[in-house]
């Protein structure tokens, strides 16, 4: 057996660079280095992968060139400025063809290979404010963005991905928000009195066992990304996370995404507010979406409008319904749990009321999988979409809405649905009530209708054998089998055993057959594709071009044709059958290979149609759990087992985003608790940084003060006694004439600000460190000196301002304060007992302006915010949605923001 050396992935790239008159052609040699990603392609194909990574690779590949040449960087700038430029087409040639190749779809719909594609985004609307001309004029300037796709092909699979580069002032300061939007609390979560959270929200993201959070009182959630790793209790008045459409080029799909990895017993009127509208063709993938793992009940008097606004497109994911009142819903309801018959593991939702004390009294029980639709004099209503989702090679299956799909048990009363009614275990219409089906009513299990007369389906009616007909003598039924005339042949499979001395992607080699001119034809295993197809008589299959001859990688070796499945189907004619094809639900006879059907099988007459006449699952195969999110193990732990039809977000990804490990802790590279040593004036010596005061004075000893303004790296505290609070006596002014550190230890605001005063000689990063548990700010505010009443900001607005905290650090905002920037402390904890004190002219990523009076103007990751009453919100801005996909790059023509869209 030959054994894989280390291997170097290396290739030389080049760019040809049409720039408004001259062809600039800039040749690169270098490595192109991608990603091993072995986590990660454990979840995906081997092919889907490398495609991926290959394509942001060639991404990277030119953004480093434009770091290296100011042609290209001019070239950039033109497309779309220039409208001799309306777009850039750079060469990127790999030789390692094993890594893919690299092309881009032309407006013809053909593919060009060998080529990326940059194009100018049209109406993006972006602005900042800063001072453009460097002579402490400040104003409002347009910044331009250009979007860079690259496609790569592996075999038959195909990835594209893009990065959107936008131009940045070039002395505007830059934060790395490391992926946090809107507010993130790690731990728990009292939500706010009449409050507002855009941007994002995370509540228990640390928490290794989920909890039970309490929402009410009229709280606002405009978020692409809602995540809580809890239980939720709603409480008084109206909760509403509302579903909007970002208003720039570079949104993702789905717009809008909630999840609750937990129970949620609901009080309140309404949940979810659709208030968008689909204006292009949407897949299963893209569609918005509530999930909610566990149990959706309510208290017994309430009516919850669970999803309402325009009939927009909605998916609701719901492990078991087992509401007590009335329900409205627009959208599809998914049913997820199939019913153990295991009272073990039945539900219990807790009950916490506003002030967080359990009430166990007010507990709601429910049978795991038995689910409820209408109740005796209880309306229910499942509403259609406006629109319906589209047939594309990503959807996963159609739909107008309006349906219920149940993997469980369901019992309907005094319900309509709009679309269809699909039931996969057992389904009872009760007969106290009418119920209205529009669509069919599909039941894999047994079907009890109690009064005919109750019940209008205006479609048709599927269940068992039909009723009324019995299966011929030597029929059986077969549900998704392989037909008896397909041969099937088992794969090459592998487990994946490292070689010694090799690098990244292989794992071990396969010696194959002999001959066909070849004396030894090898193929690499590599570490996430093990599996490889064969011919009709078991033999391994290889790569060949259109001659027939043998296609072989950099190395000379010839390569395996890989498959997803454990096996490889042949029609009678020896003829090679997708997988999909090679099974269905079918009747077959004794002594024969022929396919029957139903009426071929049967004899007698029905009452209904038969459950195979259906031709389809009663609930969609690949919208069940396990493929639209995961499994989890015994212990909790999720494991993405289709990655290929994943749809919900799961807490790896979120915490990945906001650089968390797999068991909640932070990453302490990038959250600090402590005083970075490059600013410190003895290396690990936090005390060795100079005090703003001494004995309640300013300390002018070492220069700390410039101009009545802060300039150095300080400690506002009480020097004499740091345990005790220091008690502030004077608006504190900061001139960060390069990047700072201000540690803020036991202080006592007493109605002051602390500005942070910028201009052309002073437009360094402030780092706030907030350390011990006895900080207390009445109506105070840490701004910028740009802050005024009526601002207008948008919300990629960056502050330049940074909030860490020590270990059980605690900030107390008593009245009117506001903090401008991003909070990156999860050791902290918050309370907060009114609104900010500006008003801002706030335009949100929606597109949509209103004023606003934030307590945090920026993004929050902080421990809890506890309590937080009367209207506390958090108004997103900044650049805290880039995490861990977006960078940025300095070149000879000034600084860009690289944005993958990756992040929360």
């Not at 005063?757 to 437009?763: Q, Y």
Request: with cysteine.
């Amino acid at each position: 057996m030959k054994t894989e050396k280390k291997k170097t992935l290396r290739g030389s790239i080049l760019f040809t660079v049409v720039c408004v008159m001259a062809l600039l052609i800039i040749f690169l040699t270098g490595t192109l280095a991608l990603a091993s990603a072995a986590g990660n392609r454990a979840h995906r194909s081997y092919s889907v992968s490398q495609a991926n990574y290959t394509a942001r690779a060639a991404i990277a590949s030119f953004t480093e060139a434009m770091k290296r040449d100011e042609r290209i960087v001019a070239a950039v700038q033109a497309v779309g400025s220039d409208p001799s430029v309306p777009a850039l087409h750079p060469q990127v040639i790999i030789n390692d063809k094993t890594l893919g190749e690299i092309g881009y779809i032309d407006s013809h719909g053909d593919w060009i290979k060998d080529h990326i594609e940059v194009t100018h985004v049209p109406n993006t609307g972006a602005y900042d404010y800063y001072d453009k001309k460097g002579d402490g004029s400040y104003g409002w300037y347009p910044v331009d963005t250009v979007k860079i796709t690259a496609t790569c092909k592996v075999g038959k699979e195909r990835e594209t991905v893009s990065a959107y580069v936008q131009k940045a002032p070039s002395s505007q300061t830059v934060t790395n928000g490391g992926g946090i939007q809107g507010l993130q609390e790690v731990g728990g979560n009292s939500f706010a009195n009449g409050g507002l959270i855009t941007g994002g929200l995370g509540v228990g993201i640390g928490d290794t066992v989920p909890g039970l959070h309490h929402f009410h009182n009229d709280t606002k959630v405009e978020t692409t990304l809602t995540y809580v790793n809890a239980s939720l209790c709603g409480g008084t008045s109206s909760f509403e996370i509302r579903v909007k459409k970002p208003d720039r080029a570079t949104a993702e799909k789905p717009y809008s995404q909630t999840v609750i990895d937990g129970n949620l017993l609901m009080e309140n009127n309404n949940f979810i507010k659709l208030d968008y509208e689909m204006t292009e063709d949407f897949t299963q993938k893209e569609v918005p979406y509530l999930f909610i793992n566990g149990m959706l009940t309510q208290d017994q008097q309430s009516q919850l409008n669970l999803v309402t606004g325009n009939n927009a497109p909605f998916n609701v994911f719901i492990g078991t319904l087992n509401p007590k009142g009335p329900v409205n819903i627009q959208g599809d309801l998914y049913l997820m749990d199939k019913n153990p018959h295991d009272p073990h593991q039945d539900y219990t939702a807790e009950y916490m009321d506003s002030n967080g004390n359990r009430v166990p009294s007010k507990d709601v029980t429910g049978t795991k999988g038995v689910n409820y639709f209408g109740l005796p004099g209880q309306d229910a209503k499942l509403y259609a979409w406006a629109t319906s989702v589209v047939q594309k090679e990503e959807t996963q299956f159609g739909s107008m809405g309006g349906n219920i799909y149940c993997m469980g048990d369901l019992i309907l009363c005094k319900a309509t649905i709009h679309g269809d009614v699909r039931v996969e275990g057992d389904c009872v219409v009760e007969d106290v009530y009418d119920t209205v089906i529009d669509g069919d009513l599909v039941v894999h299990g047994n079907l009890t209708i109690k009064d005919e007369g109750k019940l209008t389906v205006k479609g048709d009616i599927y269940n068992g054998d039909g009723g009324g007909r019995t299966l011929k003598p030597g029929f059986s039924y077969h549900e998704n089998e392989v037909y008896p005339d397909i041969t099937v042949k088992d794969n090459y499979i592998f487990d994946n055993t490292p070689v010694p001395e090799s690098e990244g992607e292989y794992y071990k080699t396969l010696i194959t057959q002999e001959g066909e001119g070849i004396d030894d034809l090898t193929t690499i295993v590599n570490a996430s594709q093990t599996k490889y197809k064969v011919d009709f008589d078991g033999k391994p299959l290889f790569e060949r071009d259109e001659e027939g001859n043998f296609i072989t990688d950099s190395e000379g070796r010839v390569v395996g044709i890989t498959s997803e499945s454990d096996h490889t189907y042949y029609d009678a004619d020896k003829n090679e059958v997708e997988e999909r094809d090679a099974r269905g639900t079918y009747y077959s006879k004794e002594g024969d290979t022929k396919r029957y059907t139903e009426d071929e099988a049967f004899e007698g007459q029905a009452k209904y149609k038969t459950y195979a006449a259906y031709k389809k699952p009663a609930y969609p195969t690949k919208m069940q759990r396990e493929y639209i999110w995961g499994e989890k193990d015994a212990s909790g732990v999720l494991t993405v087992t289709h990655p290929e039809t994943k749809i919900i977000k799961t807490l790896h990804e979120v915490r990945e985003a906001l650089n968390y490990d797999d068991e909640g802790n932070y990453k302490t590279d990038i959250y600090h608790t402590s005083v970075p040593d490059e600013f410190l004036p003895v290396s690990g010596d936090q005390d060795s940084l100079p005090y703003a005061y001494v004995n309640g004075a300013r300390n002018d000893s070492n220069q700390l003060w410039s101009g009545g303004a802060i300039t150095k790296s300080c400690i506002i505290s009480n020097k004499e006694n740091p345990t005790q609070q220091l008690t502030i006596t004077e608006d504190i002014h900061i001139k960060p004439l390069s990047e700072m550190w201000v540690v803020i230890k036991n202080v006592n605001s007493n109605n002051h600000k602390i500005i942070v005063d910028r201009d052309a000689t002073a437009d360094g990063k402030v780092n706030f460190l907030i350390v011990g548990a006895n900080n207390f700010f009445d109506n105070t505010s840490i701004i910028t000196n740009e802050v005024r009443n009526n601002m207008p900001v948008k919300y990629d607005k960056e502050w330049g301002i940074e909030y860490y905290a020590a270990p059980n650090a605690k900030l107390k905002m008593q009245n009117q304060c506001m903090m401008v920037g991003t909070f990156k402390a999860p050791e902290l904890v918050i309370g907060c007992t009114d609104q900010g004190p500006y008003t801002i002219q706030y335009e949100d990523e929606y597109g949509h302006t209103e004023n606003k009076n934030p307590v945090i103007l920026g993004s929050a990751l902080v421990s809890q915010v506890s309590p937080a009453v009367n209207k506390f919100s958090v108004v997103n801005s900044g650049n805290g949605g880039v995490g861990n996909g977006g960078s940025s790059i300095n070149t000879a023509l000034g600084r860009f923001e690289i944005k993958y869209l990756m992040g929360v």
